[in-house]
């Protein structure tokens, strides 16, 4: 089984409805990102967590909320879908020490009619 | 501002050649960290080195090999002898101290092996 693991792999939806996108993992790690990557932009970062009751906005947060449930899990949600956010979005996690490398889940490939 | 530029969107290589990806960043912290992932045609990003800014030495691993600068401010990654297995996206990405270790990524290089 995949250390984090993203549901959906696959999302068509439609303009203006609710999406949600989660995220759970079996490393044990403190720290979880979504990410949202585009053609020519590379990753770029929507909200992140230190610890479960810590929650930040990111570069990109605006259209975006999450839910940091569990120390295992983490969802990213988009109230109102509109097109521009269509995008491959990608779940990572890494541990508290600070140099440590993320961990990034297979990704969530989202379309929005 | 801290940034990651990777200058080269897309490279081109004939199997078996050598192939430098460039990574140039900017930082005012005096302690950072920079890695390397590869995003192979399945889309997975998968973590290839780090770096942290107090250690310059180069690093060689297999046909992979990253080349430090810190008078540069750049961190390159050669692939030796390339395969058509090395084709993907390569992501440089940045984490400064003063950003709380987030990551700050590059627009990648799509690198083309071709047999």
């Known amino acids: 089984d995949a250390d984090v693991t993203q549901t959906p792999r696959n999302r068509i939806t439609k303009t203006g409805k609710r999406i949600m996108l989660e995220c759970s993992q079996t490393?044990?790690?403190?720290?979880m990102y979504w990410y949202r990557q585009d053609p020519g932009l590379g990753l770029r970062l929507i909200y992140y967590?230190?610890?479960?009751?810590?929650?930040n906005k990111g570069e990109i947060s605006d259209g975006y909320s999450v839910s940091r449930q569990a120390q295992a899990k983490f969802s990213l949600s988009l109230e109102s879908a509109i097109p521009n956010q269509t995008a491959l979005y990608f779940c990572?996690?890494?541990?508290?020490?600070?140099?440590?490398?993320?961990?990034f889940g297979d990704g969530t490939r989202l379309s929005i009619l | 501002a801290q940034k990651v530029t990777q200058a080269q969107t897309e490279i081109s290589v004939v199997e078996k050649e050598d192939v430098t990806l460039d990574c140039v960043y900017e930082?005012?912290?005096?302690?950072?960290?920079l890695f390397w992932y590869k995003q192979p045609p399945s889309g997975e990003l998968v973590f290839l080195i780090r770096?942290?800014?107090?250690?310059?030495q180069n690093e060689i691993s297999g046909r992979y090999s990253w080349n430090f600068q810190k008078s540069t401010s750049s961190f390159n990654f050669t692939i030796t002898a390339s395969q058509v297995v090395d084709s993907a996206v390569y992501f440089c990405?940045?984490?400064?101290?003063?950003?709380?270790?987030?990551?700050?990524f590059g627009t990648g290089t799509r690198l083309k092996v071709l047999a």
């Open positions: 990572a996690t890494s541990e508290k020490r600070t140099n440590q490398p993320q961990h």
């Open positions: 490393k044990g790690h403190d720290r």
């Open positions: 967590s230190f610890d479960v009751k810590d929650i």
């Open positions: 930082t005012r912290d005096t302690t950072y960290y």
């Open positions: 770096r942290n800014s107090f250690d310059e």
């Open positions: 990405a940045l984490s400064e101290k003063s950003g709380t270790y987030k990551y700050i």
